[in-house]
């Protein structure tokens, strides 16, 4: 599905209180994978709201495979888009409202897809085996008393367990470990058809998976980049308060020095392979 933001602006209905976004234009094509980063509070989560459909903009339209969501939702065809959205809150639990995990996991499935329980059994089992989740454990365990990491992860397979065209997630490595980002990059990297929007502070984690990287601060889009032009742009990253990814520091660091042959690398075990050839060959010769 095609998202396009045309001139949106939203403001929350507060009096007196500034725009949370301001005249964004975007537009986000099928398949597309792309980071969204910003200082807190600079409308990241609000950006996540109006490409769910979740809320309306207060100004402009935002347009899903055309469609205006002004006037989906005056037919009251919204969920006809949000059914093929799979979220991951910044909070998760927040949404949670069943009694068991399991419920909780496979809710969207058995009330929007309309799917018979042994289907959704066989869909859960499967994809909570790959995340190393026993649904026979969820079946009798509250939402609630998993950790923080097991609810995100809950969250996040409840989003996937649908299949959805486009995957957005809201800093979903907040506060997980290693493993867990690990395990959720390998998830993101085995979804090659899918839209994924990523809003993070780790802009390190993902930046070997995505083509694009939209900046945010205060309510406006201030970059938009595709991943290979990030590098010229480092400075400008710092200055608005967002840590740089190393690879992408050291590279600039030793392209200044002269070191050439480092495009197309974005992780750091990459580029720490790349400098040992490079420096085998140059003791070599
Ligand atoms: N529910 C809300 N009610 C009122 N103001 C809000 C609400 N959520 C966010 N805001 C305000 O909107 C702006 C953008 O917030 P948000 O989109 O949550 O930013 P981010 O996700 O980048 O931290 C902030 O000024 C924030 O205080
Ligand atoms: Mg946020």
Not at 138 to 154: D, N, Q, V
Not at 170 to 195: N, W, Y
Not at 211 to 228: N, P, Q, T
Request: include cysteine.
């Amino acid at each position: 599905m095609k998202i396009e933001c045309r001139d949106v602006s939203y403001k929350y209905e507060i009096p007196g209180d500034e725009w949370a976004l301001k005249d964004i234009g975007l537009t986000i094509d099928q398949g597309e994978k792309l980071a969204v980063i910003g200082p807190a509070g600079s409308g990241k989560t609000t950006l996540i709201q109006l490409l769910d459909a979740l809320v309306l903009p207060s100004k402009g339209d935002v347009l899903f495979d055309g469609q205006s969501v002004r006037a989906l939702s005056k037919a009251k065809k919204l969920f006809s888009i949000r059914r093929r959205i799979g979220v991951l809150f910044q909070f998760p639990e927040h949404q949670f409202f069943h009694e068991t995990a399991y419920e909780e996991l496979t809710f969207a499935l058995r009330n929007f897809f309309d799917q018979g329980e042994e289907e959704i059994e066989k869909v859960s089992r499967s994809l909570m085996g790959r995340l190393g989740m026993d649904i026979d454990v969820l079946r009798r365990i509250s939402p609630f008393r998993l950790s923080s990491g097991e609810k995100r992860k809950l969250a996040l397979a409840s989003a996937l367990l649908s299949s959805p065209e486009v995957l957005i997630l809201d800093e979903p490595t907040a506060g997980m470990d290693a493993q867990g980002r690990r395990e959720l990059i390998r998830i993101i990297s085995g979804l090659k058809d899918t839209t994924v929007v990523i809003v993070t502070h780790n802009l390190e984690d993902f930046l070997a998976h995505i083509h694009r990287c939209i900046g945010i601060s205060r309510a406006r889009i201030v970059a938009d980049l595709k991943r290979e032009d990030l590098i010229a742009r480092l400075d400008d990253m710092a200055a608005s308060g967002i840590s740089p990814p190393l690879a992408l520091s050291v590279r600039q660091g030793l392209e200044h020095e002269g070191v050439a042959s480092l495009k197309g690398i974005f992780d750091m075990e990459t580029l720490l392979e790349s400098l040992e050839k490079n420096f085998v060959s140059a003791d070599e010769a």
